[in-house]
């Protein structure tokens, strides 16, 4: 019997703004809250709550981590390959 594989993870990638915050993190606690936050999320990125707006651009989803007190604004592309993380709040 040949070995099952796990889902394939979606890419973490992070706009502009969000790279800046990323930078400000000094914490070991909250880079590893948010390293937490990101595997959650790149493995299922539906995993947030989709965030009402406009059909115009991309629809945002807000993923939450109460234990780990980690918030994620992010959208995902149109094949779910790779994440786009536009907000961190730890």
Known sequence: MAPQHSPR?????????????????TSEVDIHALDRALVVVSVDPEVGEPIPGDAAGPQLRQY???????????WV????????????EV
């Open 64 to 74: 939450t981590d109460d234990l780990e007190r980690v918030r994620l604004l992010y």
């Open 9 to 25: 993870r979606a890419r973490i990638a992070f706009s502009h703004s969000a790279a800046k915050q990323l930078e400000s993190l």
């Open 77 to 88: 592309t149109a094949l779910h390959t790779v994440v786009i993380v536009a907000f961190i």
